[in-house]
């Protein structure tokens, strides 16, 4: 199995107190600690699982800066086999889209079975980056997945729904899967192995290494422009709506669109 | 035993921890605090490390991780063995190198590795503690007598915070000159070593060592007996003398430089924390700065100093849940100082602290029986 999985350096937010900066266009993170995304974490998991199952190789992919190669080092100390690193300021990273075409850049070309992504980034939860991922790569994919079966050119993976359904899908090889947390437990990297990584090949490239116009993935081409970040304002005001069920739901509906919000 | 048949791995942790040494006499499990509650044998992790194939199966034995690393064993071993270490050296071999960590375990490692704290809290944020208040910072190349030492738990943890704000404020009225590293304090890695991660230890003893080293300091004076242990015992190329606050503080009292000048009319009984105490012999200083207390009525545990008993805070055990129901040694703790009729339970450590606090609220004393540090109860009697 050649397998792909696409990393992400995100900030932990959990606690931290987050502030807008000066810019009004971005988040003050020099009080953040950093650390790889939570779902790619288990895609990571995943992938060396598959790997260790069916034999192959694992390559690490990630779009992002010099810092994020801790967390790749970390990858590859459990068992991956190299990694690519896009290093790029004219990426859009704000545009899941243009995230995608530049993972994608860097896999089409080569031959894979898998790519395994992380189904919701932490920082921006946009959960568009995998599926958009497969679409770039024209492949099958699946979203959300909590169990995956790999067998013989083709792949049987359990989604999870809303509501507690699970789905099984069938894909045929080669496909995207993005990963659910909880599909396993991600194994921890000792120093030792992360230290033995330092030798495996870790590729710094830009967007002409993979034959990317830069204007095809910059700020120009994307649909989504951020215009400026800010906290909402806390509220204490709530309605609470009387009557049966229909007649609620016709009062709700009624100032919905009266407050423009439909 | 044919040494022929051993691997050159096997010779070495052999050597490393004299086990040919060992006559099994019994001493170390017959004081082994932990005994009375989980499986753990540590004469029988001592003995079967000796042979390849059973060696590899001690790891898979979860008592390997109730050892809070309380150095009883090696404090009655008429050998001079450490089978603490014993044990702590399988962790590493056979657990953490084959990345099968508990959770808990593997996010405090990463922690230390990303963030230089086991608590997965921000490198940046370990000074905010500071923030409003006056504590002077030590610069490095500079001399400084005291050069103090916060340790994670203090910097990041509210409940324990107050210690090194009021070492701050004590050492501030006692006219001492001191400074605190700052943000670029990083763990003493004192748990990643108990927790089996031993090459993460000797990264962050290399990069400690070179920090602390910047500085032109008299001594280094932490806060947690468990930094001071770990510096004290484990840091060969540390410059500087290393203390324990509770030497300071008892130094300070007997020159009447610091002078407790408040009533604190409580019935207290000492806890003995294990890495001050078992480990590195300081059982007087506490109790002298006890005994500067106006007011105060103390009281001693019938198994206090060598026979102390564990609060099992230490050995990593704060990202290890035992196995075992049984009552924890904290809670027997924490009832005998409630049968004693005392009102505070003093401790001079952070991990005893949170283990205590954790145990007054399981056996129902509150209303009885509180845990205060000794920084918690002294701040207070300075005018």
């Not at chain 2, 490390?49 to 060696?55: E, F, G, N």
């Not at chain 2, 150095?71 to 063995?81: I, Q």
């Not at chain 2, 108990?194 to 993460?200: A, M």
Request: net charge negative; hydrophobic share 40%.
């Amino acid at each position: 199995m050649n397998i792909f999985v696409c990393v992400k350096r995100v900030p932990d937010t959990s606690e931290a107190i987050v502030k807008v900066d000066s810019s009004g266009r971005g988040v003050d993170s020099s009080k953040f600690s950093f650390d790889i995304n939570e779902s790619d974490n288990y895609a990571v998991e995943e992938a060396m699982l598959i790997k260790e199952a069916k034999g192959g190789n694992v390559r690490v992919v990630c779009a992002g800066t010099q810092d994020a190669d801790v967390m790749i080092r970390m990858a590859l100390a459990k068992g991956g086999n190299s990694a690519i690193r896009i290093d790029d300021p004219r990426i859009n990273v704000i545009d899941p889209l243009q995230v995608a075409k530049v993972l994608a850049a860097a896999i089409k070309g080569k031959e894979f079975d898998l790519v395994l992504t992380g189904c919701m980034a932490n920082d921006d939860g946009n959960m568009a980056v995998g599926v958009a991922l497969a679409e770039e790569l024209g492949v099958p994919h699946a979203a959300m997945v909590k169990k995956v079966e790999v067998e013989t050119g083709m792949v049987k993976v359990y989604r999870e729904l809303e509501g507690g359904l699970s789905e099984v899908v069938e894909m045929e090889l080669p496909a995207v899967i993005t990963i659910q947390t909880g599909i396993n437990e991600p194994r921890y990297a000792p120093i030792r192995g992360i230290r033995e990584a330092q030798k495996k090949e870790l590729a710094v490239v830009k967007l002409e290494d993979l034959g990317l116009a830069p204007e095809a993935v910059g700020e120009g081409a994307s649909l989504i422009t951020l215009e400026n970040f800010y906290i909402p304002k806390v509220e204490s005001k709530a309605e609470i709506l009387e009557g049966e069920p229909d007649q609620k739901a016709v009062t709700l509906a009624e100032k919905l669109v009266k407050g423009g919000l439909l | 035993m044919n040494t022929e048949l051993l691997t050159a791995e096997l010779q070495d942790f052999i050597q490393k921890h004299d086990l040919y040494g060992c006559i099994q006499c019994g001493r170390c499990t017959g004081g082994c605090p932990v005994t009375v509650r989980t499986n753990l044998n540590v004469r029988r992790f001592v003995y079967n490390s000796l042979d390849q194939s059973m060696r590899d199966d001690l790891a898979k034995l979860p008592e390997i991780w109730d050892c809070t690393a309380c150095n009883t064993c090696a404090v009655r071993c008429p050998k001079g063995l450490k089978p603490v270490e014993v044990l702590m050296g399988l962790r590493n071999i056979l657990v953490v190198e084959q990345g099968t960590v508990q959770t808990t375990v593997r996010d405090a490692l990463e922690s230390v590795f990303l963030e230089g704290n086991p608590w997965s809290k921000p490198r940046k944020t370990r000074s905010d503690w500071m923030e409003g208040l006056d504590v002077k910072i030590a610069e490095p190349g500079e001399k400084v007598e005291n050069l103090i030492f916060v340790c994670c738990t203090v910097a990041y943890d509210p409940r324990v915070q107050v210690l090194a704000k009021n070492l701050a404020d004590l050492l501030n009225k006692a006219g001492v000159d001191y400074g605190f590293i700052g943000e670029s304090e990083a763990c003493c890695a004192s748990e990643v070593h108990h927790l089996g991660e031993e090459d993460l230890f000797l990264e962050m003893v290399e990069s400690n060592t070179e920090l602390l080293n910047e500085y032109v300091a008299d001594r280094i004076v932490t806060i947690s007996p468990h930094c001071f242990s770990s510096f004290k015992n484990q840091y060969p190329a540390v410059k500087a003398k290393v203390i324990h606050y509770t030497q300071l503080i008892a130094e300070l009292l007997e020159a009447k430089k610091l002078i407790f000048n408040k009533e604190y009319p409580h019935k207290i009984v000492f806890h003995d924390p294990c890495f001050l105490g078992k480990q590195n012999g300081i059982y007087a200083e506490p109790r002298t700065i006890l005994g500067h207390i106006p007011g105060a009525e103390v009281v001693e545990f019938e198994r206090r100093r060598e026979r102390s008993l564990c609060c099992e805070g230490g050995g990593g055990k704060m990202w290890v849940e035992s196995e075992s129901k049984k009552e924890r040694l904290a809670e027997t703790r924490a009832r005998d100082a409630g049968a004693l009729g005392a009102s505070i339970l003093a401790v001079a450590c952070p991990f005893c602290v949170l283990t205590l606090d954790d145990a007054i609220k399981a056996k129902g004393l509150e209303e009885q029986l509180r845990v205060a540090e000794l920084l918690e109860i002294i701040g207070a009697l300075v005018d």
